[in-house]
């Protein structure tokens, strides 16, 4: 369906966002949709969406967010805009920042609505940021909103999805300036995945309590697990979450 030999820096792509009642798929429901389309490096259209959850939204939530329940009164519901949302994603790439936990919310909305849409490949400019900006010590963690501060791309606005979606886009059109980065879509492809692993690994270690020879997380990694994109783990409730981790707090550099 869609050409991966293709320069993926030139190609258009969809880098979309989610803001959601918490993490647990199938369960939680989205709260907004982000879609910001980029052609050749440049924004070329643009989509934002609040959507009514048909359920309470948790306070953490709002404080992440801003948005309050009263904000979602009167707003469509997800069946009856998701076509509209599929139709932008589904047309070209897709690209998330951290995309396991977009994508699996995604799909768990579409499975409650009887639909099995496929969705695109998907970039991801996560696993480059941990790999050459963290690691190398260029930023304290790996998180959207310190990488933008970073690499100067304005987010005003984190923690809504259109503008999480703009930054997350441009985050991995500026990757090329911080490390090298073969040209064809699915060679990039290959490569985010393997290093997708290394991290997924490495948190694997960390939920064992068990350290590689090359030391624990740090704090910063801690909150990216319990902050607000929830970028990793399957807590619906992070203040629960960050008590049963105190053994392994105690232990981060």
Partial sequence: MFDLSQPWQT????????????TEAGVDRIIEIGIVVFDDGEVVDRYQQLVDPEMELPPII?????IKPEDLVGQPKLAEVIDEAMQRLTAQPILAYNHEFDTKMLRGELKRLGRDDELPPCLDPFPFCWEHLRE????????????????????????RADHDAEAAGRVMLKLPEYVLLPDPLDQLLQLQGALMQKVNERFARFRRNKPNAGGV?????????????YIYGDETDPIRALFSRIPDVRDLR
């Fill in 62 to 66: 709002t404080e992440v967010t801003g």
């Fill in 11 to 22: 190609s258009r792509f969809a880098s979309f966002d989610l803001e959601t009642t918490g």
């Fill in 217 to 229: 997380l740090s704090g910063d990694d801690v909150r990216i697990e319990l902050g607000a994109a």
């Fill in 136 to 159: 190398k010590g260029l930023t304290k963690n790996a998180q959207l909103g310190t990488v933008s501060a970073f690499m100067e791309i304005p987010l005003d606005a984190a923690h």
